[in-house]
């Protein structure tokens, strides 16, 4: 299998970003580490493994990205204002700079974002704010919530990036139109501590019309990388 290191300064960030991508030919998979995850933990806790034959036959490529999530939402050294921005910086280096590089190097404007616990919530944020730019999303064990990061504090940026505030008001017909071509699977185990963020999600997107998959395992805990394992290779085709 292709396994390639790629690093460039970026100008949304400022600094170093580091990917990992795996395979050589077919649809791009964009993944979001967990809470502080790096971009090499879909390699280490067995992510890629789990995909080994749709990367290794050339129908997925898997592009690992890396979080700011230290320096942003979990860095409780900072004012809430300042991790708000620097999250809005992290939006701007993935969509602005991670979509341009995928699309350029796959030729493919279908991009499926994916990313367990906290990496499900970059991933969906991002699509149902940018729903143009990916074409489905994988959303497993996600919480949309994220108020708790904040310590109280809320303005405009907050209420942009938190998914379970902007998205019952969203109004805009094409931006809603992007989401429903959207391919939306949100899936969480029987026993998952972000279970019930999964329904109260899926019933949000039902109020807007936005047709989507609530894939609820029964009987398992769900939210560890044995069970998400199970479930990349379930919903990555």
Not at 48 to 69: K, P
Not at 198 to 212: C, F, P, Q, T, Y
Request: charged share 20%; proline share 5%; hydrophobic share 40%.
């Amino acid at each position: 299998m292709h396994r390639e290191h790629v690093r460039w300064f970026s100008p949304s960030l400022g600094r170093e970003m580091d990917i990992l991508v795996f395979g050589h030919a077919g649809t791009p998979v964009l993944a979001f580490p967990s809470s502080l995850g790096r971009f090499f933990e879909w390699e280490d806790f067995g992510m890629v493994g789990a995909l080994s034959h749709q990367l290794s036959e050339g129908h997925n490529q898997l592009i690992c990205v890396d979080s700011v999530d230290a320096e942003s939402l979990y860095n409780t050294d900072v004012d809430p204002y300042v991790r708000i921005k620097r999250h809005q910086q992290y939006e701007q280096y993935v969509t602005a700079e991670v979509v341009p590089f995928i699309r350029n190097r796959t030729g493919n404007d279908f991009i499926i974002a994916t990313g367990a616990s906290f990496g499900a919530y970059h991933a969906a944020n991002l699509v149902f704010k940018n729903p143009w730019a990916f074409g489905k999303l994988v959303a497993l064990s996600g919480k949309f919530d994220i108020k708790s990061q904040l310590d109280g504090f809320y303005n405009d940026d907050v209420y942009f990036s938190n998914p379970v505030d902007f998205l019952p008001n969203l109004s805009d017909h094409e931006t809603l139109e992007a989401i429903r071509r959207n391919h939306i699977i949100l899936t969480a185990g029987e026993f998952d501590p972000c279970r019930q963020a999964n329904e109260d999600m899926s019933w949000v997107l039902r109020a807007k019309g936005i047709s989507h998959s609530l894939d609820i395992e029964p009987g398992v805990f769900g939210h560890d990388w044995p069970w998400w394992r199970g479930l990349i290779q379930k919903h990555i085709s």
